[in-house]
């Protein structure tokens, strides 16, 4: 992450730096000689060839014409076959899966041939990646195909500054890159290097504008169109498609008409009518994102109809288009009564979406929240993924890091993100059994972006480091999270030739390798989630959610903890799953630690597998999770000089904001354990 400014220029604003992509960072591939192939007037190819020229200016190497031996070839609406020049059946299917490339090493040369610019441009990203083992490797002849098709950023972004939310809900990283002012950004060139930050990784779509769509943001997809269009010029020129959030309610809110109902003939006119604008301006755009008769948003529950009668009313729209809308699933009672028993938040978009099944248009995707309640540190896997077998469902993460130190903590997601991807809905049968990551395969995934205005990109800039791991794990959702963040470390804090000092890896591992596990252990324990302050959601409070409307309890009182989502007794959401996780979580005896009082209430004297009670784990793991921080700043500060002055005082400052707050949610869960058990700490550790 070098600061590439020097002392000798004149700088009002620090740029934004350059995050995975410095000049260092393509200095394999900028020493060499690179020739592109292709329609010369496609714009994404010219992004290729401006790519080729920057990296070979700043490295030495030349841009050359494909016939005069390129080391890297790279070859646009081809294909490539050592035997034929022409395409044969194996080559068509291959190059055909849309974002796919092919990477041929042939003597230490490289061609990469793909069938689209936009391909060919995550193939030259990739051989960036890869650096100098791109060349150095025995003879290969690969193919790289994307696991999602549909890869998606969802951007909670205001145009105007909302008055609670502020301009980017649950946004840490300062204001939005595309609106200031109550309006498009005059200039975009921030948007551009962020897209070319994207397609370094495989993400290809981007919805612009906030779920919760206020009355200023509604108009995007009316009036403001042409500025929605700049946008999408914006985003363009590295193959990332434009995506709005719309609201249910913009027939009546911008249309005038007196309803909204999906049924209704003049309703479905006016969004066929809207539609067809939106893509005449925008010929390549990608489609519409939804949250309906969710938290105040308007939907179909208003006229009686339910969430396919409204998919399917904007499916109808856009598929002239070929446009794809986004339907999430995250939907429940936020009026709940807290008196209420027999409520559970839950069970609310299994029981609204699985009898829908089936009924969804071939271009909704149905986009489901990884696990049932709401991007908490620790969750089940959402049942919803296991009950749409006819649907295309997405799965939805959040990279901006609302519950997880809001990009104060240093907190590397990837590890919980390929859990839940990895998870197996039905266990492990013979062939492995059928895991997430199978289940959304034909709706792909999305996940809510943390990147704003911010030098950094990120607020923190480990931060960084969740979404480069969520564009690869976009991209292959098998990847091992330790070796994505060791490809983030490589490009990121590669110096002026590629290289990174051996001893700033290190410390970068020590530091978030693990740091997802040490957030969980010092906040809510035992997958109970919440906790946090309500409103803003960072810090402590016990009790700060536990007589609200918002569904989310924890049930403490003197005896014990948790909530009983049982059959037997509880809830009934453990019957949501198939089995064989609906008897492993409904078994007091056989439900995972982690997740013990998502599942049950159980008193805090209950003995845990790891063998210890459930008040003796809170107290050991707050008070380890904190000496976990003290490490991680430790490392962190024996790297005495070795990344730039501005990062590490920025990182210098979260880390000492996460110590900070960690201590103060030991100190405070700690005392009250203490306080509702009356059970004593055995080692004698001071709790208050
Ligand atoms: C955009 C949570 C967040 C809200 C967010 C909502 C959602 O409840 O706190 O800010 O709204 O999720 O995913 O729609």
Known sequence: MPDETTSSEIVVEPAPCPAWLPDGALAAVGRRRVAVAGPPDDEVLVTVR????????????????????????????????????????????????????????????????????????????????????????????????????????????????????????????????????GRVREDLSRVTTYARLLAATGIDRVCINNVNVHAREARLLTDDLPEVARVAGALRPYGVRTHLAVSFAAPMTLGGLPTSDPLDDGVRAWWRAAADRVWATIPDFGGFVVKADSEGQPGPFAYGRDHADGANLLAEAVAPHGGVVHWRAFVYDHTQDWR??????????????????????????????HGPMDFQTREPVSPVLAAMPGSRLALE??????????????????????????????????????????????????????????????????????????????????????????????????????????????????????SWRTYESYTAPLG???????????????????????????FADRDGIGVDRTRATGTGFTGQYPAPWRDVYEDVATCPDELLLFFHHVPYT??????????????????????????????????????????????????????????????????????KSGIPDAHGRTIF
């Open 50 to 181: 401006r790519e080729a020229e920057r990296a070979t200016s700043a490295h030495g190497g030349a841009v050359v014409d494909p016939d005069d031996s390129p080391d890297i070839l790279l070859e646009a609406s081809s294909v490539l076959d050592s035997s034929s020049n022409g395409r044969n059946e194996d080559q068509v299917s291959t190059l055909d899966v849309g974002s796919g490339f092919r990477l041929v090493r042939d003597g230490g040369r490289v061609t990469v041939a793909a069938a689209t610019a936009t391909a060919l441009l995550h193939g030259w990203f990739h051989v960036v990646r890869l650096g100098e083992a791109a060349f150095a490797g025995p003879d290969a002849d690969e193919r790289h195909a994307p696991a999602f098709a549909l890869r998606v950023l969802d951007h909670w972004d205001n145009v105007d500054v909302h008055p609670v939310m502020g301009q980017v809900e649950r946004g840490y990283s300062g204001g939005s890159i595309f609106y200031d002012a």
């Open 340 to 369: 209420d028993r027999s409520t559970d938040r839950a069970r609310a978009a299994y029981d609204h979406f699985a009898p829908l099944d089936g009924r969804f248009a071939e271009n909704v995707v149905v986009q489901v929240k």
């Open 397 to 514: 993460l959040q990279v901006t890091q609302e519950y997880t130190g809001q990009q104060r903590h240093a907190c590397y997601l990837a590890p919980w993100w390929s859990e839940n991807l990895g998870f197996r809905p039905w266990g492990h049968g013979d062939d492995d059994g059928v895991a997430v990551r199978d289940l959304v395969a034909p709706g792909g995934i999305a996940a809510v972006s943390n990147v704003g205005d911010d030098r950094f990109w990120t607020g923190h800039p480990l931060a960084q480091a969740n979404l480069y791991a969520f564009g690869r794990l976009a991209w292959d959702p098998t990847l091992d999270p330790a070796a994505i963040l060791d490809e983030w470390i490589g490009l990121t804090f590669a110096g002026p030739e590629g290289a990174v000092e051996p001893r700033v890896r290190e410390v970068l591992h020590a530091v978030l390798d693990d």
């Open 528 to 554: 109970v989630g919440f906790m946090v302050r309500p409103g803003h959601h960072y810090g402590p409070d016990v009790d700060g959610y536990e007589y609200t409307p918002w569904g989310t309890y924890h």
């Open 606 to 675: 209950h003995v845990l597998h790891s063998g210890v009670t459930v008040v003796q784990h809170v107290y050991d793991t707050h008070f380890a999770g904190v000496d976990r921080v003290r490490e991680a700043i430790a490392a962190w500060e024996s790297l005495d000089g070795r990344v730039p002055s501005d990062v590490d005082a920025r990182v210098r400052e979260r880390l000492a904001e996460q110590l900070r707050s960690a201590v103060e949610w030991r100190d405070q869960l700690n005392t009250y354990f203490f306080r």
